[in-house]
């Protein structure tokens, strides 16, 4: 497995779950300090990062990018792939190919969470779903164009009526026949919203795409009462080789949070060795 550290440039997202933030050169500079594989962007929009300027720092730091949120969509522009305008719906989507554009020049792939949305009002929760698998399956093409997947995150009850669970995540994914989808596996909501966490890992097995290494109260995993012990067996018997990236908040302050996260990171990755 491999580890990352999240860095937001999203001043809306502020008291958000980032480590670091607003300066990309010197969350790189950072996570390389602290000895991470990659970092975890959070544009405002594909267009405030340079593709040249992200290379040259991956190289100076020898880190990759582990994925490229599209949470800005929503927090600053207000877009969702199931709002009830259509103009609104083509906009979101525009929005997410630029950052799938972005994240494939950087080799990584692109998060869909709070940019699906929710059924609500005129928008029943059928057609909130129909419309979640048309936009899937039209971003996961253009990712695949990228030879990346793209990272669909169910999220907790108080931020999406969509999918909460991962195992009704991953039905859904298989019956809409999206195969260039994977789950991102949030411990955090995980924790509000599986019953056992370790179990709905392993049901979840190839599909989980990328996990958001955090605690149950959303701080570096250590610092909550999340056990990471189970988490790391289920993810050594699937098998699973992606990142375990720290979207956490920067709590008591952003370098103990990224050194507790490597020392946790260290820990699973021994226990998962045995
Ligand atoms: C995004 O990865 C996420 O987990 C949401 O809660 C938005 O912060
Ligand atoms: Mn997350």
């Not at 920067?250 to 990224?258: G, K, V, Y």
Request: with cysteine; charged share 20%; proline share 4%.
């Amino acid at each position: 497995m491999k580890s990352a550290i999240t860095i937001s440039l999203v001043s809306e997202a502020r008291g958000g779950p980032f480590v670091y933030w607003d300066d990309l050169a010197a969350g790189f500079a950072a996570a390389a300090r602290h000895g991470f594989d990659a970092v975890e962007i959070f544009p405002p929009s594909a267009n405030a990062v340079s593709v040249g300027a992200a290379r040259e720092l991956m190289n100076q730091h020898s880190l990759k990018v582990a994925a490229v949120g599209t949470g800005a969509g929503w927090v600053k522009h207000k877009l969702r792939l199931t709002d009830p305008d259509p103009a609104v719906r083509a906009k979101a989507r525009e929005f997410i190919y630029g950052i799938i554009n972005l994240a494939g020049y950087l080799g990584a792939p692109t998060i869909i969470g709070s940019m699906q949305g929710r059924w609500e009002g005129a928008v029943s929760r059928e057609q909130a779903l129909t419309w979640l698998a048309e936009e899937l399956k039209a971003l996961s093409e253009r990712a695949a164009a990228h030879q990346q997947v793209l990272l669909y995150e169910p999220l907790n009850r108080y931020e999406t009526n969509l999918f909460n669970r991962n195992a009704d995540a991953a039905a859904f994914l298989r019956q809409h026949g999206l195969g260039n989808v994977r789950l991102l596996c949030d411990l955090y909501h995980m924790n509000i919203e599986e019953q056992n966490l370790a179990e709905s890992l392993r049901q979840t097995g190839a599909l989980v795409g990328h996990v958001h290494f955090a605690d149950s109260n959303r701080r570096a995993i250590g610092l909550g009462h999340t056990d990471p012990a189970p988490i790391a067996a289920a993810l050594r018997d699937i098998g699973y080789a992606g990142y375990l990236s720290a979207e956490i908040l920067p709590l008591p302050d952003a370098e103990t949070a990224a050194a507790q996260t490597m020392a946790s990171f260290r820990a699973v990755c021994e226990l998962t060795a045995k």
